[in-house]
């Protein structure tokens, strides 16, 4: 796998530490392997790069409890649990896609 070199305007690593201004994560054969200010990190010869120098990066978002073809805002939660397959998958889908598009990379989905 090759190796890649993400340019990062701020990012906030979730360890704590304070956001990283002008920075760059290298990942090689599919993990991290460095993480720092660009004029300190040097990407492996080779290394695809991807310049998200106007963005900030983050990490992932966990939901560890939710429905994918639920809206609750839209009242009748159960009514809506018990819809169709069709109409179920096409909430989920819709739903799904909002959520990753909100950072949410990882979710437990309960019940469905």
Known sequence: MKACAIRC????DGTGAGPVRDAMI?????RITTVGRADKT???PGAE???LSDRFVMPGLIDCHTHASIVPGLGD???QLCR???PQALAATANLRKDLAA???TMR???E
């Open 9 to 12: 305007g701020t990012l906030f």
């Open 26 to 30: 290298v990942v090689a054969d599919g």
């Open 42 to 44: 040097t990407a492996p």
């Open 49 to 51: 790069t991807l310049d």
């Open 77 to 79: 939660q159960l009514g």
């Open 84 to 86: 169709g397959p069709v």
């Open 103 to 105: 950072g949410t990379t």
């Open 109 to 111: 989905i309960m019940g």
